[in-house]
């Protein structure tokens, strides 16, 4: 909006505001939104402290049987059914609280700030705390800290829908569009979602009919919050992305960096298996998994570019202000 002197007037914008029309031109200014989104930020800084407290709680109390008897199993790796590796959730803790966390809080700074990456990446940290702790609340030993699980699976699951349902994906796509291979980057999706089903499946299958056995499998709860969340949700995204859909440019980023973190935590824990378990570092193993986290990490190292570069559409701008 402009003086009527011919001097640009400026005014404070709030980073969780929806778009709103010019006077003069009747074009959008300001967020890619479609509504406010001062509730998703609250319910996403709760969910913040939550999994500060509780990875806070899961250190301390690690010796107490909080994660089981054998508190060696709490914190290393153990290779499961189909070659699956599960961190146990003492691990995780350390993973949550030293990077999870700060990655969730400096992509809601971002966004609250006006960055368009950190408006994309936010919904993806946001579905990692959910798919992490729904893997929490089916596999570690009932204890005190089983509700605050389930609030934290709760309140995610709310503030990436909050999230996503809030962003104008009509606006996005044309923020993006021609700068993401998205025909790429929604392939990479599908790949890795008919990977993890396959893998997921076929242990599964060998566990449940092949093998006979009667024991629990480790790696049941890893199972669950894949096929049951992850591979649902990086199946349809990549889809929609491939097809150049609105939704799928606005969950695609997300969705990479969820898969990511992932392996990036199995990496960070088979590092700190010396200090964690007294076991020799694994190197071979520690580059094959990042080399891995490496193949949705270079599709989104554009999406975050792309959102980076200035708006190609007047009186819209990454930061906010009036064009």
């Known amino acids: 909006m402009y003086a009527t002197t011919g001097e640009r007037r400026s005014r404070p914008t709030d980073g969780w505001a929806p778009a709103q029309a010019s006077q003069r031109s009747g074009r959008p200014v300001g967020r890619p939104l479609t ?17 500060a407290v509780v990875s806070a709680a899961g250190l301390a109390f690690r010796f107490t049987g ?60 946001l579905f990692y705390v959910l798919y992490t702790y729904a893997q929490y609340l ?13 609030l934290l699976v709760v309140l995610s699951a709310y503030a990436v829908i909050g999230l996503i349902a809030s962003i104008d994906g009509d606006a996005v796509r044309a923020r993006l569009a021609g700068a993401v291979p998205v025909r790429s980057a929604g392939g990479i999706l ?13 242990g599964a299958i060998a566990d449940a009919f092949v093998g006979g056995a009667t024991l629990e499998p480790l790696s049941r ?29 606005v ?20 590092a700190l298996q010396p200090w964690l378990t007294g076991t020799p570092v694994d190197v071979g193993m520690i580059a094959g998994v990042l080399i891995f986290a490496a193949v949705p990490f270079a599709p989104l190292a554009l999406f975050v570019r792309a959102a980076g570069r200035p708006s190609p559409r007047p009186g819209w701008t990454a930061e906010g202000s009036h064009a």
């Not at 790949?191 to 893998?199: E, R």
């Not at 709860?221 to 440019?249: C, F, I, K, M, S």
């Not at 969950?251 to 960070?268: D, E, I, K, M, S």
Request: proline share 6%; aromatic share 8%; charged share 5%.
């Open 35 to 51: 509504r406010a989104l001062a509730s998703a930020y609250a319910v996403s800084l709760l969910v913040a402290a939550l999994v």
């Open 66 to 125: 909080l994660y089981g008897a054998d508190p060696n199993a709490a914190v290393g790796i153990i290779a499961s059914t189909a070659g699956i590796l599960v961190p146990g959730f003492f691990a995780h803790d350390v993973f949550n609280l030293a990077v999870a966390l700060p990655i969730l809080l400096a992509t809601l700074w971002l966004a609250k700030r006006g960055s368009l990456a950190g408006l994309l990446l936010s919904p993806g940290v």
């Open 138 to 150: 089916v596999g570690a030993p009932f204890g005190p800290l089983f509700l605050a699980h389930a």
């Open 190 to 202: 599908v790949a890795l979602g008919l990977m993890t089903l396959g893998q997921d499946a076929g």
């Open 221 to 249: 709860y890893a199972w669950t919050a894949d096929l049951v969340l992850e591979v649902p949700a990086v199946l349809v995204g990549g889809v929609l992305l491939w097809r150049r859909h609105p939704l799928g440019y």
């Open 251 to 270: 969950a695609g980023a997300g969705l990479l960096l969820q898969f990511a973190l992932t392996p990036v935590a199995l990496a960070a824990v088979m």
